[in-house]
């Protein structure tokens, strides 16, 4: 998995990553966006635009987000590999630990 989304996502999704991946691998679930392990290019393009800095290389993962490489690879398990973003709704669904996870707020 080239790039992975992390917790900088839950609850406040910004969606530029979606905008300008150049394949489509970028999904939006109900309370973040999950990149396919089996699409991404490993571009990086999606990183560069996250103002939120929560896509990040799997190489570039710290220890407390590295269980978002296997969140990110889990969300596709059901769907699969559907080739691209832009035909399937899956904004009702995320993975258990993250649909579990507190409701973020954002300071400032």
């Known amino acids: 998995m080239p790039y992975v989304v992390t917790v900088g996502c839950v609850d406040v999704m910004d969606r530029s ?3 300008e991946c150049p394949v489509d691998c970028i999904y939006e679930g109900g309370r973040m966006a999950y990149v396919n392990p089996t699409e991404c ?3 990086g393009a999606c990183g560069e635009v ?3 800095d929560a ?3 799997e190489h570039d993962l710290k220890p407390d987000e590295l ?3 296997d969140i ?3 969300f596709f398990e ?5 080739g691209g973003a832009t035909d399937v709704d899956v904004r009702d669904r995320d993975v258990p630990r993250v649909r579990d996870l507190a409701p973020r ?3 400032g």
């Open 72 to 74: 990110n690879a889990e």
């Open 41 to 43: 290019i490993d571009c």
């Open 50 to 52: 996250c103002p939120h």
């Open 105 to 107: 707020r954002e300071d």
């Open 17 to 19: 990553c979606m905008q």
């Open 67 to 69: 269980l978002f490489r």
């Open 78 to 82: 059901e769907i699969g590999d559907p």
């Open 55 to 57: 896509i990040k290389s």
